[in-house]
């Protein structure tokens, strides 16, 4: 049985994806503040999630509305990052 510590994600994989979500919102052609805005963050807090340095509470809290924001599967970020919630 896995505990909870080896559940959460390494900060390799947040950074990982981090970096697919930066890239998904300049491939949307989204400024940090704009995307920010549109999901009720603060444009620091964006760029903390897009460097892997946000809290993984506070990542998994903000996936859904950044995936629907970004028109990606919630579950295809988490299958590419190899993230398990």
Do not use: W
């Amino acid at each position: 049985m896995q505990t909870m510590h080896n559940r959460q994600p390494s900060k390799t994989k947040r950074r990982i994806l981090g970096m697919i979500l930066r890239l998904r919102r300049e491939d949307c052609g989204l400024r940090q503040g704009e995307v920010a805005r549109a999901i009720g963050i603060s444009q620091s807090n964006l760029s903390k999630l897009e460097r892997g340095q946000l809290a993984d509470v506070k990542l998994f809290q903000h996936l859904i509305p950044l995936a629907e924001l970004y028109g990606v599967d919630i579950e295809a970020l988490l299958r590419y990052g190899d993230l398990k919630v």
